[in-house]
């Protein structure tokens, strides 16, 4: 049996690690991977993250099963970080999943389940593990514009214009916020425009927020979600922890299925159990605690926010450091966009071939279509990857 597998791609983020690692140089800079990272390199635990794994430590009596969606007071406390007041409860129905990715697989399979011939269409570019997993199960997608590699701002007028092309019943995948791997974003009145787009043309929304915090500020970033999921008729969102409570490796996320229909929610939630039970029973449990703790208890939210808020600042300042290094170097406001988008990453808007210049040369690891990761630069590496930046011809 095993003889008729075939290789598959390998993943070029993982790729881009091994290199790194392998990388005997000791100036080198890894601006792959995307996780979060201090000033010292270090992807750390978060202080209520720590607090909350100490009292569970002390106090859980049980590793039982909780339920094939999860435990619902994680859902709440999800539900009430992303949607806030938008939605009423009663009209969303969510299941724990592990991580985003779990959470993007479910909510694939519910399409495929609930319309066999939707189309999906997805940004240009996108996560590429959206495409891949849209290719393992057999969905078609549709890429519609969204990044303008001249400007490195959002091609607005080519996003409509293929949406435009969609069908009724067609799925539209959309970033909530922190666009990955582009780190270009909507504002509201282009946000209205696509929702207004959406409701003509009969299309289904699906957003994906994996970095609510990251950009500008949690209540901020969580605002196109809420426009969108209280303005059409069903919708489902796809959130992660992984980012904004670092918890990477506990694989914490959740499947929202909303509808403006009630009659709805006994239906959606069994899908979503069904699911669950389809592909993985149970999903992780631990994430899921730390994190309905932290959000339930004053103190431990306030700890956590505040941590959050310095993550983010302290992205924006290397934003900026690296945009006024860049500009000092090359007499020109081209890199100003740097400064202006949000999230871990932004894309340079280079060639494959100075991006490779940059490895080859400077040590300077970063996807090949020139995402690199704004979390893994510090005070000193920023002069280095502007003068590199420059050198390359970028």
């Not at 694939?108 to 609930?114: D, G, S």
């Not at 605690?289 to 290397?318: C, G, K, P, Q, Y």
Request: proline share 4%.
């Amino acid at each position: 049996m095993f003889e008729n597998l075939k290789a598959q791609p390998a993943d070029k983020i993982l790729t881009l690690m091994q290199a790194f690692r392998e990388d005997p140089r000791d100036n080198k800079v890894d601006l792959g991977v995307g996780v979060y990272k201090n000033a010292e390199g270090i992807t750390p635990v978060m202080r209520a993250v720590k607090a909350a794994e100490h009292r569970l430590w002390k106090e859980q009596t049980t590793k039982a099963y909780t339920g094939l969606t999860g435990d619902p007071a994680y859902s709440d406390a999800m539900i009430g970080l992303v949607l806030g007041d938008a939605v009423a409860r009663e009209n969303v129905a969510a299941a724990a999943t592990p991580g985003g990715t779990g959470a993007c697989r479910q909510a694939f399979e519910l399409i495929q389940m609930a319309n066999p011939d939707a189309r999906v269409f997805v940004s240009n570019p996108t996560w590429p593990n959206h495409l891949s997993i849209l290719k393992y199960l057999g969905i078609e997608t549709v890429a519609y514009r969204y990044f303008d590699d001249e400007t490195r701002a959002v091609d607005f007028g080519g996003m409509l214009e293929d949406l435009g092309t969609a069908r009724a019943g067609d799925v539209v995948l959309l970033h909530g916020c922190c666009h990955n791997p582009t780190g270009a974003n909507l504002n509201a009145v282009e946000w209205q425009a696509v929702i207004d787009l959406l409701n003509e043309k009969g299309l289904i929304p699906m957003v994906d927020i994996a970095y609510q915090g990251f950009g500008d500020g949690l209540e901020e970033d969580a605002a196109a979600t809420r426009m969108v999921a209280s303005q059409v008729p069903e919708c489902l969102i796809a959130a992660s922890c992984s980012k904004n409570f670092g918890i990477y490796r506990e694989r914490t996320g959740l499947l929202m299925a909303i509808s403006q229909d009630t009659s709805q929610h006994g239906l959606n939630q069994g899908t979503l159990a069904f699911l669950n039970r389809q592909n993985y029973s149970f999903p992780p449990d631990h994430g899921a605690r730390l994190v309905t703790m932290i959000l339930t208890d004053d103190a431990l939210r306030s700890e956590w926010a505040a941590e959050l808020e310095d993550v983010r600042l302290s992205m924006l300042d290397l934003r900026k450091s690296l945009a006024d290094e860049l500009q000092r170097l090359s007499g020109s406001d081209r890199f100003a966009f740097l400064a202006q988008h949000r999230g871990m990453f932004s894309r340079l808007g280079t060639t494959p071939e100075k991006v490779e210049k940059l490895r080859a040369e400077h040590g300077i690891y970063m996807i090949g279509d020139s995402r690199m990761n704004i979390a893994g630069l510090n005070a000193q590496t920023v002069p280095v990857l502007a003068k590199a930046i420059i050198d390359a011809g970028v």
